[in-house]
């Protein structure tokens, strides 16, 4: 629905994602989204920032069809933030951003949070792309091409 | 090598990284970075910033160890950025970025640069989440377990 609005004149996904995406903070409510957040109150006690930099970040991420608001799921007057399916499909995103953290951020040792799999309990593997014939693509085995119709 | 100046309070590794590298000035550089991109001069054209922006992000993303300088690969007296290996192992994040913008934010048939395998020719499939097992993982397959430790 807000696809028009964010259209530029970027022809790189990635600089189009990063204007959409590309802060701290709303990283950090997406993340929040993720792990079942849904409150005004919540996302301020968990992230610690200023109510009108929450509320204009989220008024943000609702505009761009990432976030939706919903009626409290508890039939309070509470209004509820929840991760629409565009919202849903940053998943890999988080998912890079946790496991590169994981992989240098941390101390040997150092405790931190893990990303399992619900069903077995184990921390998922690290996220890997593939081309379609299962071969792992490593960045010298891949080039950006620009320009290209955006039917392909 | 920098490692130890990274490290804050904070036990979850996507606040980490996104305290790293969550602007959208380090991730377009980090990007042009991977599509070859690596004198300060072709970073200023490519990215239309301030040089001392640019200069600051730079020497940001050289403390974080995602970003080497090297003297120019020509002989002459330029200087060279890099990616590291810390720095190539952003590779997924800049990839789901990307096929993100791809999926959401461009018209039907609107032009886009694609990342392609160059062995083939073909536009890479999208980032997906395995488990070891080969099953594919959707956000509501997982869950964030705070505060294991960090040898998990």
Redesign the interface.
Known sequence: MS??K??NDE??????????????WS??IV?DA??GMRRFSDFQRSLGMARNILSDRLRKLVEA?ILETKPASDGTAYQEYVLTP?G?????????????????????????????????G???????????DG?T???D????????????
């Open positions: 696809r028009r964010l259209i022809p790189c996904p990635v600089a189009r994602s990063v204007d959409v995406v590309g802060d701290r990283l950090l993340r993720f792990d069809g565009q849903e499909s940053l998943f890999p995103v988080v998912v890079a951003l946790r496991q590169w953290g994981e992989q240098h951020l941390f101390n040997p040792g150092e405790r931190h949070s893990v990303l399992i799999n619900k069903r077995t184990k921390a998922v593997p690290p996220l890997v792309l593939h081309d379609s071969t693509l490593q960045p085995m891949t080039e950006v091409r620009k320009l290209i119709s955006g039917s392909t």
